[in-house]
C-alpha cells in the first residue's frame, strides 16, 4: 500500500504530461520534497504501459537527486566520511535515484553473518591466510564475484547495487564490498591505493598481505606489485602501498567515471562527477 494517495500519483502523471515549463517546474519542486521511498512509490504506480511516462519521471527524478547529491556529498565530506558504505551508497544513487540503500546493506550483513560462521570453524582462529582463504572462497566461489574484464570500462562497473547484482565490477567496487563485509567482521583490511588498479591489504601483524579482489582475491607480493608500477612505466613509490582515507576511496571512484564519461562524451555527466570530487578534496 502507496504511503501516497492514489489521487496524487494520478495528479503528478497528468502534470508530466505537459508541456508548460511553469508547470514542469512547480512538479519538480514538490518532487524536492519527497524522500527516496515515497519517489519510489509514486514511480511503482505509475502505469507499466505508459512508457514515456515512466522516462519523463524518471528523468525529471534523476535530474532532481544528482543536484541534491551536490548537499549530499558535501554533508558526507564534512560529517560521515568515516561510513565508507554511506558514500559509495551516494555515488550509486547518481545513476539509480531510487536506489534501496537498506536492500544492498542487508545483503552485505547476511553475508557477513555467513562468513561470521564459517570463519568459527577455523581450526587456527587468527590464522591470517585462512582468514582470507574463507573470504576468497565465499565471495569469488559461492556468490560469483569476479572482475569485469570484458567490459572494463561500463560505468555500472563504479556503483555498487550493479556490481551486486551483476557479480561483476571493477578494481575498486569488487575491494570496497570486500572491505565492506571484512568491515562488519571486525577484520584487519585496508585499502592499498596503488596507480591504475586498487587492492586491499591484510594487515598482518608481520607484514601486510597484498590481496587483488578483480583476479578473485589473488595474493600478490610487494615485488609483484612493484613489477606492475614497472609495466605502467612508473618510479616506484613506497607510498603506493599506502592506505586511502574514505575521501579519497571515493574520489576515486568518481574520477573513473569521470574519465569514462569524458571519454564517451557525456560531458553533463563528467561535470557533475567532477563537481562531486572537487567537493570532497575542499
Same mark, same amino acid.
Given at each position: 500500500?502507496?504511503?501516497?494517495?492514489?489521487?496524487?500519483?494520478?495528479a503528478?502523471?497528468?502534470?508530466?504530461?505537459?508541456?508548460?515549463?511553469?508547470t514542469?517546474?512547480?512538479?519538480?519542486e514538490q518532487?524536492?520534497?519527497f524522500?527516496?521511498?515515497? *519517489? @519510489? +512509490?509514486?514511480n511503482?504506480?505509475l502505469?507499466?504501459? %505508459?512508457i &514515456?511516462?515512466?522516462?519523463?519521471?524518471?528523468d !525529471? #527524478?534523476?535530474?532532481i537527486?544528482?543536484?541534491? *547529491? @551536490? +548537499?549530499d556529498?558535501?554533508?558526507w565530506?564534512n560529517? %560521515?566520511? &568515516?561510513?565508507l558504505?554511506?558514500g559509495?551508497? !551516494? #555515488?550509486?544513487?547518481?545513476a539509480?535515484?531510487l *536506489? @534501496?540503500?537498506?536492500?544492498?546493506?542487508?545483503?552485505?550483513? %547476511?553475508?557477513s553473518?555467513?562468513?561470521?560462521?564459517?570463519?568459527?570453524?577455523?581450526?587456527?582462529?587468527?590464522?591470517?591466510?585462512?582468514?582470507?582463504?574463507?573470504?576468497?572462497?565465499?565471495?569469488?566461489?559461492?556468490?560469483?564475484?569476479?572482475?569485469?574484464k570484458?567490459?572494463?570500462?561500463?560505468?555500472?562497473?563504479?556503483?555498487?547495487?550493479?556490481?551486486i547484482?551483476?557479480?561483476?565490477?571493477?578494481p575498486i567496487?569488487?575491494?570496497?564490498?570486500?572491505?565492506?563485509?571484512?568491515?562488519?567482521?571486525?577484520?584487519?583490511?585496508?585499502?592499498?591505493?596503488?596507480?591504475?588498479?586498487?587492492l586491499?591489504q591484510?594487515?598482518?601483524?608481520?607484514?601486510?598481505?597484498?590481496?587483488?579482489?578483480?583476479?578473485q582475491?589473488?595474493?600478490?607480493?610487494?615485488?609483484?606489485?612493484?613489477e606492475r608500477?614497472?609495466?605502467?612505466?612508473?618510479?616506484?613509490?613506497?607510498?603506493?602501498?599506502?592506505?586511502?582515507?574514505?575521501?579519497?576511496?571515493?574520489a576515486?571512484?568518481?574520477?573513473?567515471?569521470?574519465?569514462?564519461?569524458?571519454?564517451?562524451?557525456?560531458f553533463?555527466?563528467?561535470?557533475?562527477?567532477?563537481?562531486?570530487?572537487?567537493i570532497?578534496?575542499?
Amino acid at each position: 500500500m502507496s504511503s501516497i494517495p492514489q489521487s496524487e500519483i494520478k495528479a503528478i502523471g497528468k502534470l508530466l504530461k505537459s508541456s508548460d515549463e511553469d508547470t514542469l517546474k512547480l512538479l519538480e519542486e514538490q518532487l524536492k520534497k519527497f524522500d527516496t521511498k515515497t *519517489l @519510489k +512509490e509514486i514511480n511503482d504506480e505509475l502505469p507499466l504501459d %505508459d512508457i &514515456s511516462l515512466r522516462k519523463q519521471y524518471l528523468d !525529471l #527524478v534523476l535530474k532532481i537527486k544528482r543536484e541534491q *547529491l @551536490k +548537499e549530499d556529498f558535501k554533508n558526507w565530506s564534512n560529517k %560521515d566520511s &568515516s561510513d565508507l558504505e554511506k558514500g559509495v551508497l !551516494l #555515488v550509486a544513487s547518481f545513476a539509480n535515484p531510487l *536506489l @534501496k540503500s537498506e536492500y544492498y546493506s542487508k545483503l552485505l550483513n %547476511d553475508w557477513s553473518n555467513t562468513l561470521s560462521n564459517s570463519l568459527k570453524k577455523l581450526k587456527i582462529s587468527n590464522d591470517p591466510t585462512s582468514i582470507i582463504n574463507e573470504l576468497n572462497h565465499f565471495l569469488f566461489m559461492e556468490l560469483g564475484f569476479k572482475g569485469n574484464k570484458e567490459h572494463y570500462y561500463d560505468p555500472e562497473n563504479s556503483f555498487i547495487d550493479k556490481v551486486i547484482d551483476k557479480k561483476k565490477g571493477n578494481p575498486i567496487l569488487l575491494s570496497v564490498i570486500y572491505l565492506l563485509v571484512a568491515k562488519r567482521l571486525g577484520l584487519p583490511f585496508n585499502g592499498v591505493n596503488m596507480p591504475a588498479h586498487f587492492l586491499i591489504q591484510y594487515l598482518d601483524a608481520f607484514e601486510p598481505i597484498y590481496i587483488d579482489p578483480f583476479n578473485q582475491g589473488e595474493i600478490i607480493t610487494k615485488s609483484d606489485c612493484q613489477e606492475r608500477i614497472k609495466a605502467l612505466k612508473l618510479m616506484w613509490q613506497e607510498d603506493y602501498l599506502s592506505g586511502p582515507t574514505n575521501k579519497q576511496i571515493i574520489a576515486r571512484m568518481m574520477q573513473n567515471l569521470v574519465n569514462i564519461y569524458q571519454s564517451e562524451g557525456l560531458f553533463e555527466l563528467k561535470e557533475y562527477m567532477e563537481y562531486y570530487v572537487n567537493i570532497l578534496k575542499r
